[in-house]
T-cell receptor, first 112, second 112 residues
Framework: SQTIHQWPATLVQPVGSPLSLECTVE??????LYWYRQAAGRGLQLLFY??????ISSEVPQNLSASRPQDRQFILSSKKLLLSDSGFYLC???????????FGPGTRLTVL | GENVEQHPSTLSVQEGDSAVIKCTYS??????FPWYKQELGKRPQLIID???NVGEKKDQRIAVTLNKTAKHFSLHITETQPEDSAVYFC???????????WGAGTKLIIKP
C-alpha cells in the first residue's frame, strides 16, 4: 500500500515570506495527487490537484501555486504568505489499487 | 457543479446510543460517497464508502445508507464509544478517481 510523506510537520513563518511544502508518495505509480487546506475548526478546501507530471488544476485563485516535477512528488509554494494562509495543509493521493483518497500526515502552518 | 450539505454541524450523544449524520448532494451523476473520520490534529481517514449500485453497506458498528432518488446518504454509528468522538466528513464524486466534493463536517461528541 502507498505511504505519503509530508514535510515539514509544523512551520511558523512571517507574513510576506515564501513557502515550500513538499509531498512525496511511495508504493504506487501514476497517482492523482491533491493539496487541501483546512482552517482551524473548518472543513477541507481543495487547492490543487494533479493527474500527472506537470499537470496542475487550480481550484481556488490565490497566492499559492503547485508543481509536480516528478510522478510521486507534489509541491505547494507561495512567494509571499498572508495571515489567511495559516492552516493545516494536507496532501492526498488516489490510487486505483486502493480506490480511495488517502491523506498524508499534514503540515500545520502558522503565519504571524 | 456538485454541492454537498452535511447536518448537523455538531452532534452530542450519550455513550452507547446511536448517532446519525446526514448528507445531501445535488449532482445526480455522483456515484461514489465516502465518509472520513478526523481525530483532533490528525489526518482524515476513510471509514466507509458506498457506490450507487448498492443502498446500504455495513462494517461492524458503522453503516452507510444511500437514497439516490432523494440524493441523500447517511452515516449510522451504533453503540457509540468514547473513541468515536471526532469530526466526520461526507463527500461525493462521480468516481473516487475524480475530485471529491466535501461536506462541511460534523463534530461528534460522545458523552460518558
Amino acid at each position: 500500500s502507498q505511504t505519503i510523506h509530508q514535510w515539514p510537520a509544523t512551520l511558523v513563518q512571517p507574513v510576506g515570506s515564501p513557502l515550500s511544502l513538499e509531498c512525496t508518495v511511495e508504493g504506487t505509480s501514476n497517482p492523482n495527487l491533491y493539496w487541501y487546506r483546512q482552517a482551524a475548526g473548518r472543513g477541507l478546501q481543495l487547492l490543487f490537484y494533479s493527474v500527472g507530471i506537470g499537470q496542475i488544476s487550480s481550484e481556488v485563485p490565490q497566492n499559492l501555486s503547485a508543481s509536480r516535477p516528478q510522478d510521486r512528488q507534489f509541491i505547494l509554494s507561495s512567494k509571499k504568505l498572508l495571515l489567511s494562509d495559516s492552516g493545516f495543509y494536507l496532501c492526498a493521493c488516489y490510487t486505483s489499487v486502493d480506490s480511495e483518497q488517502f491523506f498524508g500526515p499534514g503540515t500545520r502552518l502558522t503565519v504571524l | 457543479g456538485e454541492n454537498v450539505e452535511q447536518h448537523p454541524s455538531t452532534l452530542s450523544v450519550q455513550e452507547g446510543d446511536s448517532a446519525v449524520i446526514k448528507c445531501t448532494y445535488s449532482d445526480s451523476a455522483s456515484n461514489y460517497f465516502p465518509w472520513y473520520k478526523q481525530e483532533l490534529g490528525k489526518r482524515p481517514q476513510l471509514i466507509i464508502d458506498i457506490r450507487s449500485n448498492v443502498g446500504e453497506k455495513k462494517d461492524q458498528r458503522i453503516a452507510v445508507t444511500l437514497n439516490k432518488t432523494a440524493k441523500h446518504f447517511s452515516l449510522h454509528i451504533t453503540e457509540t464509544q468514547p473513541e468515536d468522538s471526532a469530526v466526520y466528513f461526507c463527500a461525493a464524486s462521480e468516481d473516487s478517481n475524480y475530485q471529491l466534493i466535501w461536506g462541511a463536517g460534523t463534530k461528534l461528541i460522545i458523552k460518558p
